[in-house]
């Protein structure tokens, strides 16, 4: 499924609702990864404290609607076992530069949710500080943009798994 315009673009799994496509001015965001991503993933902690991962890959049932306003909505239940709804909504105006996203999380489960990683995005080995090249933002203090990954992990703030307890560093994705 395809929501956009000929300037910006997102494409769907019609099987999973899995990110498969992100265009912008005519240009591939993401890397390819095909319907087996997941379009997010839900941390979940058990009243033991166990941990789990909950990804919309997993879950009992899945559906879509389209309507003429421009709105797509994704709805995935039983995610991961797991008494766990989820409902997106991804809003397009004809001609408009961005999406807006929207979502709700319905937990009728024994766990809490932990966390959101929403959505999951892959972007290609394209980085650098060239025009053509790319870089991506990373929170940390004020914020930088990261051309280099092998300077980003040689310099001790490298990709870590979002949790808890988040290690001083700050609750917010790494």
Same mark, same amino acid.
């Given at each position: ?8 673009? &997102? ?7 899995a990110?498969?496509s992100?265009?912008? /001015?005519g @240009?591939?965001? &993401? ?6 991503r ?9 009243a033991d404290g ?7 890959? =997993?879950? =009992?049932?899945?559906s879509?609607?389209? #309507?003429?306003?421009h709105?797509?909505?994704? !709805? ?7 008494a766990?709804?989820? =409902? ?5 105006? /004809? ?9 709700? &999380? %319905?937990? %009728?489960?024994? !766990?809490?949710? =932990? ?5 999951? &995005?892959?972007?290609?080995? !394209?980085?650098?500080f060239?025009?053509?090249? %790319? ?14 990954? #092998? ?5 001790? @703030?490298?990709? @870590?798994?979002?949790?808890?307890? /988040?290690?001083?560093?700050?609750? $917010? $994705?790494?």
């Amino acid at each position: 499924m395809k929501i956009g315009n000929a300037s910006l673009g &997102l494409e769907l799994s019609a099987q999973t609702g899995a990110l498969t496509s992100c265009r912008a /001015a005519g @240009r591939e965001l &993401l890397a390819p990864a095909g319907a087996g991503r997941p379009l997010f993933r839900l941390g979940l902690l058990g009243a033991d404290g166990s941990q789990a991962e909950a990804p919309s890959t =997993e879950c =009992e049932g899945f559906s879509q609607e389209a #309507s003429a306003t421009h709105t797509l909505r994704l !709805r995935y239940s039983k995610i991961g076992g797991e008494a766990l709804d989820f =409902e997106i909504g991804i809003d397009f105006e /004809a001609g408009a530069s961005s999406f807006a996203f929207t979502w709700a &999380l %319905h937990n %009728h489960s024994e !766990r809490l949710v =932990e966390w959101i990683e929403f959505p999951v &995005l892959v972007v290609p080995d !394209r980085l650098g500080f060239g025009e053509c090249d %790319h870089q991506i933002f990373w929170p940390g203090n004020e914020g930088c943009l990261v051309g280099d990954l #092998s300077l980003r992990e040689k310099c001790g @703030r490298g990709y @870590r798994p979002v949790g808890y307890p /988040a290690g001083g560093w700050g609750g $917010y $994705y790494p």
